[in-house]
């Protein structure tokens, strides 16, 4: 464990979710965060970026990094006067929230991918995120019954009957058809009709999978795709143009060689579909697989294994002493414990290179890494990102 001076404190979270900060001098009360706790003494909260595809018979998409840490401290420069008097303190953090919504063509050519898909959601797929300590809920926009063309997911990740186990589980049954997957992603979200409605499922700062399954071609564009989905409301919630918080993956009609090429039971190669992977750095697969097992633990894998791009930032330390947002510095240790500044910039649109910018810069409430710097953080293995902050003196 690493040693720490008097006057600092020192946050430490998993792969891909963090906790912010430790106790400031004396006192008790709670201090002002994001939506998802660190454990102990501490709150906060991080959205992850999205995350590459990798393993199993994937095609296309980048290799997500294995997992590091996240490492906050009070008073990068070593404080002065009022921050000396931090406690020191060490917290686990929680890892990022989850939001991951599957929508699985249930028409008539499908039989053998839902079976799939009701022998794999609870094994490889739901199994690999609880091992990784995951806060994920899952929303399955499927025809729902025990049919060979209706998905059940059966506890303990679906409810009885197949139905919902809420929070974890939302069922929306909806028929899905062969080319319009992605149209009802769009419509059901915020539909007026509560049965088909997934909106309340979701969780603003969790990070977006979507999962879809067909062997066809969508009839929705890439982009017109991308540009509803970016403008739902609460605007943000599936992040903007310059940062999407929504990674796609796709189980595709793609040969798993060649994703040119059609495989064998497929009706389309899923274009659009592709282009949704390459947009969000995702990853796709061949749906002519007679074992997705393989596919269901890549994806669950990716889903844990990127460091966080993005960490909210709470007003003030838990005995009420205010953060001061110009005593931040931000820094990526590799695994060589090698450090590499990133340099603080006034927004999105003035990114460069390895800089960071704040949601508001008279009123923070989050920070979020640039392109540049959140690549570089993305592909580490073994790596942390380290915050150091301080008090307002005072």
């Not at 794999?120 to 994920?136: C, E, K, T, W």
Request: aromatic fraction near 8%.
């Amino acid at each position: 464990m690493r040693s720490m001076r008097p006057g600092r404190v020192a946050v430490f979270g998993a792969a891909g979710a963090f906790g912010f900060l430790g106790a400031c001098a004396s006192g008790a009360t709670n201090p002002s965060t994001g939506s998802q706790s660190a454990s102990g003494s501490v709150s906060g909260s991080a959205v992850g970026s999205a995350v590459g595809g990798s393993g199993g018979t994937a095609v296309g998409g980048s290799g997500g990094g294995s997992g590091g840490t996240a490492h906050f401290d009070y008073a990068p420069n070593g404080g002065t006067g009022g921050m000396e008097t931090c406690a020191a303190a060490e917290v686990k953090g929680k890892k990022a929230p989850v939001d991951i919504i599957f929508a699985v063509d249930t028409s008539g050519s499908m039989a053998n991918e839902i079976a799939q898909v009701k022998a794999n959601i609870n094994g490889s797929f739901a199994a690999v995120l609880g091992q990784g300590d995951l806060d994920y809920r899952v929303t399955m926009i499927a025809t729902k019954g025990t049919s060979a063309f209706a998905v059940c997911v059966a506890p303990p990740l679906g409810g009885p009957n197949c139905g919902s186990n809420l929070p974890l589980y939302r069922a929306v049954s909806q028929t899905v058809g062969s080319t319009n997957p992605l149209s009802l992603i769009l419509s059901t979200y915020d539909s007026a009709n509560a049965v088909l409605n997934w909106q309340s499922a979701l969780r603003y700062d969790a990070i977006k999978v979507f999962v879809v399954i067909t062997d066809d071609n969508a009839t929705t564009a890439a982009q017109a795709f991308d540009t509803a989905l970016l403008a739902k409301e609460p605007l943000g919630i599936f992040g903007t143009s310059l940062k999407r918080n929504y990674v796609f993956y796709g189980l595709i009609g793609i040969d798993k060689n060649d994703s040119t090429k059609k495989c064998s039971d497929a009706v389309n190669i899923g274009s659009v579909y592709q282009s949704l992977v390459t947009l969000t750095n995702g990853a796709q697969f061949s749906e002519c697989e007679a074992d997705y097992s393989p596919a269901f633990s890549a994806i669950a894998k990716n889903v844990l294994a990127k460091l966080s791009c993005h960490y909210a930032v709470p007003k003030n330390g838990p005995n009420g002493k205010a953060i001061d947002p110009k005593k931040v510095a931000v820094k990526l240790i590799d695994g060589m414990n090698q450090a590499t500044p990133f340099a603080n910039v006034k927004d999105a649109a003035s990114c460069a290179g390895l800089e960071w910018y704040y949601d508001d810069n008279q009123n923070p409430g989050s920070l979020t890494l640039c392109p540049a710097a959140c690549s570089s953080v993305e592909t580490q293995l073994g790596g942390e990102v380290r915050i150091d902050v301080g008090c307002l003196e005072g």
